[in-house]
């Protein structure tokens, strides 16, 4: 049954993670999911169609910034708890115009933050003792590894991009408030996401639509970064446990166990696209693999360290990169009207140097 007392505040519900994890909490959940977002460039309502109905969805279009609307919110829905994702997501992007990172990402954490602090101040004892703010976050805060090694929840944060910056900056944040007033709070620090809906300037998407097209497909420098791909709906169960049993104060690391060399992901989504698409022109599509100059700033390697996880709250993630990437290309394959939609509103990145040949 639902009831105002049995309600989650999701931010950046309409944006790649957020909306699986709103589709997954109305789904599965008994709560009431109040999802706020500003519908930047990266979210679309498109992505949650089949829950804009549902009564356990409310969608409400505005601006983490802004302290009145959020504190009625909180006032209204009185929610348990906060999963918060709404940020400026695309490190290109940051690296063209910083200054919206820190607004929406340190600013916006710290609003909801302060927000969430008021609100739980004036609730009843046993209100407090369940309340949760989980914080989503990315391994990005930790900076480059070797060759070896993972990041662990107690690696120094060394964030290297103006988006990784200001990630890090919002997590202190976050302990900050643990640690200054009690207020209940969980940080999630995850590697990359690929699955369905994301918006496509991020890689995987970006390099199915150019195979499709036949379009360049641009690779930073030689190739060789690599990172530790996660699928989405794997780590929306994740926050799900964590925010159920995690320990207040506490930061879990979330990772998918499958390292890759950026190539080596460019190459794979090469071949199936070949094997789905066998009439394409100008297959093989590997041989629109174009390298570009490398980005400024640009992490050599990811590897999460997600042993805390399994252990305290038995996490681990379900899908292979095998299935996880073959359910994601048919996924853009047969969705190209949802492609279309969301890059016209949001034009694909504008002014991000990725093109450059190098
Ligand atoms: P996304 O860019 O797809 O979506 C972000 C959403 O936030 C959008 O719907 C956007 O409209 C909304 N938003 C932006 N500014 C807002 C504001 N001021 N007020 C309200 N809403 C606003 O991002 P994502 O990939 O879904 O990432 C979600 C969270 O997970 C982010 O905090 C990101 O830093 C983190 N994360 C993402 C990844 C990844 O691989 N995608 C990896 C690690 C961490």
């Given at each position: 049954m639902l009831s105002n007392d049995s309600s989650v505040l999701v931010t950046g519900g309409a944006g790649f993670i957020g909306s699986c994890l709103v589709k997954q909490l109305v789904a599965c959940g008994s709560d009431r999911v109040v999802n706020l977002d500003?519908?930047?460039?990266?979210?679309?309502l498109d992505s949650l169609s089949n829950v804009m109905?549902?009564?356990k969805h409310r969608f409400v279009q505005g601006d983490i910034c802004d302290g009145q609307l959020v504190r009625e919110l909180f006032k209204e829905f009185?929610?348990?708890a906060v999963m918060h994702l709404a940020a400026e997501s695309h490190v290109d992007r940051s690296i063209v115009g910083p200054s919206e990172f820190l607004r929406t990402n340190v600013t916006g954490t710290v609003q909801m933050l302060e927000e969430a602090l008021r609100f739980w101040r004036a609730e009843s004892a046993e209100n407090r003792e369940r309340f949760r703010f989980l914080h989503v976050s990315t391994d990005e805060v930790y900076g480059s590894l070797g060759p070896t090694g993972s990041f662990t929840e107690s690696t120094p944060y060394s964030p290297n991009s103006p988006y990784s910056a200001s990630k890090a900056a919002s997590n202190h944040f976050v302990g900050a408030y643990h640690q200054?007033?009690?207020?209940?709070t969980l940080i999630s620090n995850c590697s990359n996401n690929y699955g369905p809906?994301?918006?496509?300037?991020?890689?995987i998407p970006l390099m199915i639509q150019n195979a499709v097209a036949g379009k360049p497909l641009p690779v930073y420098g030689d190739g060789l970064n690599v990172r530790d791909w996660l699928y989405v709906d794997d780590h929306c169960q994740a926050l799900q446990l964590i925010l159920l049993d995690g320990r207040p104060g506490e930061v879990y690391n979330v990772g998918g166990n499958t390292e890759r060399t950026n190539l080596d992901m460019v190459q794979t989504i090469c071949q199936l696209v070949d094997e789905r698409c066998?009439?394409?022109?100008?297959?093989?599509?590997?041989?629109?693999i174009t390298f570009v100059k490398d980005r400024p700033g640009h992490d050599r390697r990811y590897a999460i360290d997600a042993t805390k996880l399994k252990r305290e709250l038995g996490w681990q993630p379900r899908e292979s990169l095998d299935s996880g990437i073959q359910k994601t290309v048919d996924w853009y394959l047969a969705n190209t009207d949802w492609v279309r939609r969301v890059s016209s509103d949001g034009q694909v990145s504008p002014k991000v140097p990725r093109f450059e040949a190098q």
């Open positions: 500003k519908l930047t460039y990266a979210g679309s109905e549902s009564p009185r929610p348990r200054t007033y009690g207020l209940p809906y994301q918006f496509p300037e991020k890689l066998p009439n394409l022109p100008h297959r093989p599509c590997a041989s629109l």
